[in-house]
C-alpha cells in the first residue's frame, strides 16, 4: 500500500515539474503570442423562454392543485361557496410568476378553509356533547362517534363522508361536529315551530 502512495506521490511530482517547466518558459519569451479561437456549435439547450414549463413550474402546478382540492373539499363540507382564483395568465410576465401566484392564491383559500372546517359555529356545544358522550373514534353499535350518531342519521346528513369513509368513528371531529351542523340547521322553505 505503501509503494502505491508513493508511486502516485512521484507521478503527481513529474507531472508537477513538467507543467511550471512549461509555464516558466512561457513568461521568458518576448514574442507575442496569439491564440486562435474556434467557433464551435453549442450542444447546450438555451435558456428557457418566460412561458416555458420546467420542473419548477410543474412542482408549482402540483401544489396549487393540492391546495385547490383541499380548498373546494373543506368548502364542500362546510357548506360554504366554492372558492375560485380570478386572475389569468395574461396578467402575468411568466410562467413562473403565474405559478407562484396561483400556489400561493389557493394556499390563502385553503387556510381559509381548514379555519373554517376546524371552527364550527357551534363548537363550545359539540365539544361539551363529546365530553359527556364519548370518543371520536367510538365503534360501538348503533350509535358512533364522539356525537353519538347513529346511521340514520349519518345517511340523511352525511351520506358523502358514510360512503368514502364508514360510520362516523372514522371521521375526523370537525367533519363530525360539521354534519351535526347541517342537521341544526333549518331545512330550505321550513317553518319553525310548526
Known amino acids: 500500500m505503501k509503494s502505491l502512495r508513493a508511486g502516485g506521490l512521484a507521478l503527481a511530482t513529474v507531472i508537477g515539474l513538467i507543467w511550471a517547466s512549461g509555464a516558466f518558459a512561457q513568461e521568458g519569451t518576448t514574442e507575442p503570442t496569439t491564440t486562435e479561437t474556434a467557433v ?3 450542444t447546450a439547450e438555451p435558456a428557457p423562454g418566460p412561458w416555458a414549463e420546467t420542473p419548477r413550474t410543474r412542482d408549482l402546478m402540483r401544489r396549487a392543485i393540492r391546495l385547490k382540492l383541499v380548498a373546494r373539499k373543506l368548502s364542500k363540507l362546510t357548506q360554504h361557496p366554492r372558492p375560485t382564483v380570478s386572475r389569468t395568465r395574461g396578467d402575468f410576465d411568466s410562467l413562473l410568476r403565474y ?7 389557493w394556499r ?7 379555519f373554517r372546517a376546524h371552527h364550527p359555529p357551534h363548537l363550545a356545544e359539540w365539544r361539551c356533547i363529546h365530553r359527556w358522550e364519548g370518543s371520536w373514534t367510538d365503534p360501538n353499535s348503533p350509535y358512533y ?14 351520506p358523502g363522508l358514510l ?3 364508514g360510520t362516523a368513528n372514522h371521521w ?3 367533519e363530525q361536529m360539521w354534519v351535526a351542523e ?3 340547521r333549518p331545512a330550505v322553505g321550513s317553518i319553525p315551530g310548526r
Open 182 to 184: 347541517r342537521a341544526l
Open 145 to 158: 362517534g364522539g356525537l353519538q350518531m347513529d346511521l340514520t342519521f349519518q345517511r340523511a346528513y352525511g
Open 163 to 165: 360512503r368514502h369513509k
Open 108 to 114: 390563502i383559500r385553503a387556510e381559509r378553509a381548514r
Open 40 to 42: 464551435t456549435e453549442s
Open 99 to 105: 405559478r407562484l401566484w396561483r400556489r400561493d392564491a
Open 172 to 174: 375526523a371531529p370537525y
